[in-house]
């Protein structure tokens, strides 16, 4: 299982930025699907989740309205538009999954099975 996140680099408040995570070596759509951040001197946060089983997305509030998580499967990509960036979002961002379906409270605790590298992502004028 590898995952290879993209995308990440500067960007104004109120811009917007798309970051990538190509997976290999698995079947995406088995996999529940997360995207993490940590911002400097903080704890790394779940901020956004897309379930497996179809379920939905989750987004944490500071997010909610305005990251999109989604996942094409036949690109084995799953992608996190990001808009209206503000500077609290400046943070390394992480593409996470798992295949044990433990699901989100567990995964927002303790993290999911596989992780990528990060991409730093700036917002700043």
């Known amino acids: 299982v590898q995952l290879q996140a993209s995308g990440g680099g500067m960007a104004q408040p109120g811009g917007s930025l798309r970051l990538s995570c190509k997976a290999s070596?698995?079947?995406?759509?088995?996999?529940?699907f997360g995207w993490f951040r940590q911002a400097p001197g903080k704890e790394r946060e779940g901020i956004s989740f897309s379930d497996k089983r179809g379920g939905g997305a989750y987004y944490t509030d500071s997010v909610k309205g305005r990251f999109i998580i989604s996942r094409d499967n036949s690109k084995s990509t799953v992608y996190l538009q990001m808009n209206d960036l503000k500077p609290e979002d400046t943070a390394v961002y992480y593409c996470a999954t798992d295949a044990r379906s433990y699901g989100r409270p567990w995964y927002m605790a303790r993290g999911m099975e596989y992780w990528g590298k990060g991409t730093l992502v700036t917002v700043s004028s």
């Open positions: 070596g698995f079947e995406l759509e088995n996999y529940d």
